[in-house]
């Protein structure tokens, strides 16, 4: 929770510089050129580039003009191009240039295209009359890109606006107004465009944002904005409704509200024809039949202010690709647009906490691959979102789903080495500290620590013989002096043979084998121990001597108690059998059980006894007294 709160605090202060880090992250994935592009979406072959450009200039000698422009534009029509838009910019300062240079392209695509489906971007100042401007109305469309209108410039390429008054009329920018003769849906002229406008809520936005418009967002009767429709803030292009979204616009004559273009289309994979060959009709009418068509200059001939940076590549685009790619967002229907204000947060929280949790509870290889699934998920997640018109944070959240799973690896392995402290500790009492390093590696380990397990082990109990007259004859505390020398005697041949000593009974001691690690030759090392006990207490200095009994079978073994006070131990008739053999052995004696003796291998010297009677087994039990090994010298 502290990890993602930290994110999500990142995302909050660093605002737009957060949002924009984030779009970068989200494009380099979804839309990049080289790299996964997992928002890349299907063109629907439905726009064509014509450009101006190298080419085209060699084969026709000279550049663009009246003549060349009537071949091609009578030849789009001939081909039965849709809809076609000149978005190479005619701009006219004053009356006599728009009557020399202007009125002449006008007049042309009006004989070429009365319908009004060819149309041409023309900026005009207020001295030329309004009344002339207005017979061409439906000759003129602006592609609105070439007034850079959102103020992040970065944005330049990314959000296209939906409208502009170019102070003679109220019109659609060119992929709006392309799509919607392109789809064959009405226009409705200005009054059915306004109304369009109006139902979507945008030219309420656009007064909120310049009320100075107040006087140009009026119908040409002088009507007013009616309600917009509560019910919808999307905006009908064609078959289509799309999401719009505010943005700062530099020019109150530009509408502050448009369409986020999606780079899912490639521009690059949009057909493009050369102006020169369209002139010479040197090309394929069907690649233009039924469809939109695009025309403007090469990249390598508009100013550097005319040429824009895209998400999808590093080389610059012109106006033609991104017009292009506009229009595709708006045939496809889904345009991005930002999630409620509170996704983003449950989406960071939600998954930061599941992701430390996970890796909590699973050991750190697992763990890491449940982090990394779980990165997996949220990129489906973000990538179905994307595809569907969501845009998703692609920097913050998977970053802390990282940290938040790698901290709960963290914690994972700190409890795991307080829990293997732990252990240490416990068991450190009991057997050597090599056999407790390997111990604390095992799983199995934990159904030792919290309960008790069945298993066949050797139990070995020795008693000092006559220590009670013994410590008559000393000091407290030499008895306990004495006593600890010998159990130091014990206890240190039992550890060199990987021994459990279970505990020590007065002045006695119970040792396991075969638990908690698996001792293939369990038998042999408890019998190995009481012969080598029995050799080094044969010169003690005490005088005293030991009695040892062993035998093997199931029994219970783990940790017997409760919280406050715990002892690893076996329990069952096998260590009642041991402790009753210990009781017959004589003074010095190693007493083993017939299954003690039948695992035995020959180095080891077995005398049979009389058969033994053990209060609660019925029957007799066979027993041996180990008098001999003969690799006990090297041992």
Request: hydrophobic residues 45%; charged residues 20%.
């Amino acid at each position: 929770m502290l990890c993602s709160m930290f994110f999500l605090a990142a995302m909050i202060w660093g605002g737009q510089t957060a949002f924009e880090f984030s779009r970068m992250v989200s494009d380099a994935v979804m839309l990049r050129e080289g790299g996964p592009r997992l928002g890349a979406r299907e063109l629907s072959g439905d726009v064509v580039l014509v450009s101006y450009g190298e080419s085209s200039a060699t084969r026709l000698g000279k550049k663009p003009d009246l003549e060349t422009d009537r071949k091609l534009y009578q030849t789009l029509m001939d081909a039965d191009a849709k809809v076609v838009a000149d978005l190479r910019n005619l701009v006219c300062t004053d009356p006599a240039d728009f009557e020399a240079n202007v009125r002449p392209t006008l007049d042309l695509i009006q004989e070429v295209a009365p319908d009004g489906n060819l149309a041409r971007d023309v900026f005009l100042t207020l001295d030329v009359d309004y009344e002339v401007v207005g017979s061409y109305h439906d000759c003129i469309v602006h592609h609105g890109m070439s007034f850079k209108s959102p103020t992040m410039a970065n944005r330049h390429s990314r959000i296209f606006p939906i409208a502009m008054h170019d102070y003679f009329a109220l019109r659609e920018t060119t992929p709006f107004w392309a799509v919607q003769r392109l789809t064959g849906q009405p226009n409705g002229g200005e009054a059915g465009f306004y109304q369009r406008l109006d139902q979507a809520g945008l030219v309420q936005h656009w007064l909120d944002v310049f009320p100075e418009m107040g006087d140009l967002l009026q119908l040409s009767g002088g009507e007013e904005a009616i309600t917009p429709n509560p019910t919808s803030a999307d905006y009908q292009v064609g078959d289509q409704e799309v999401s719009w979204i505010s943005f700062g616009s530099e020019f109150p004559t530009v509408s502050p509200a448009g369409v986020w273009v999606d780079y899912g289309f490639n521009p690059g994979e949009l057909t493009r024809l050369e102006y020169g060959d369209l002139v010479e009709g040197d090309f394929d009418p069907e690649l233009v039949r039924g469809k939109a068509v695009l025309i403007d200059l090469e990249l390598s001939f508009v100013p550097a202010s005319d040429r824009y940076d895209i998400p999808i590549r590093d080389r610059q685009a012109d106006a033609l690709d991104v017009t292009g790619v506009a229009m595709e967002t708006l045939l496809n229907g889904v345009t991005m647009h930002l999630t409620a204000w509170y996704v983003t947060p449950s989406l960071l929280i939600g998954f930061s906490v599941l992701g430390c949790v996970i890796a909590a509870r699973f050991r750190a290889r697992w763990a890491l691959l449940w982090v990394a699934l779980l990165l997996l998920g949220y990129l489906v997640i973000s990538t179905v979102a994307f595809r569907d018109g969501w845009f998703l944070d692609m920097a913050f959240t998977p970053v802390s789903i990282l940290v938040a799973g790698v901290l709960g690896v963290g914690i994972r392995y700190f409890e795991e080495i307080r829990w293997r402290q732990r252990i240490t500790d416990l068991f450190g009492r009991y057997v050597p500290r090599a056999v407790v390093n390997q111990l604390v590696q095992q799983s199995e380990l934990q159904s030792i620590v919290v309960g008790g397990v069945t298993r066949e082990v050797t139990v070995m109990f020795a008693d000092i013989r006559g220590f009670t007259q013994f410590s008559e004859r000393l000091q407290p505390e030499d008895v306990l002096e004495k006593l600890n020398e010998l159990l130091e005697v014990m206890v240190r041949c039992t550890f060199e043979e990987e021994g459990t000593v279970d505990k020590f009974i007065g002045d006695a001691i119970l040792v396991l084998f075969n638990a908690p690690l698996d001792q293939a030759d369990h038998a042999e090392r408890a019998s190995r121990v009481a012969w080598r006990i029995q050799e080094a207490l044969r010169s003690h200095e005490s005088g005293l001597s030991i009695g040892i009994g062993i035998h093997t079978g199931q029994a219970v073994v783990g940790n017997v108690g409760t919280p406050q006070r715990m002892e690893y131990t076996a329990i069952g008739n096998t260590v009642n059998v041991a402790s009753r053999l210990c009781d017959r052995a004589a003074a010095g004696e190693i007493v083993v059980s017939g299954e003690v003796a039948r695992q035995l291998s020959g180095s080891f010297e077995l005398e049979a006894n009389e058969p033994m009677q053990v209060k609660g087994i019925a029957e007799s039990l066979a027993t041996s007294r180990l008098v001999g090994f003969e690799n006990a010298a090297s041992a």
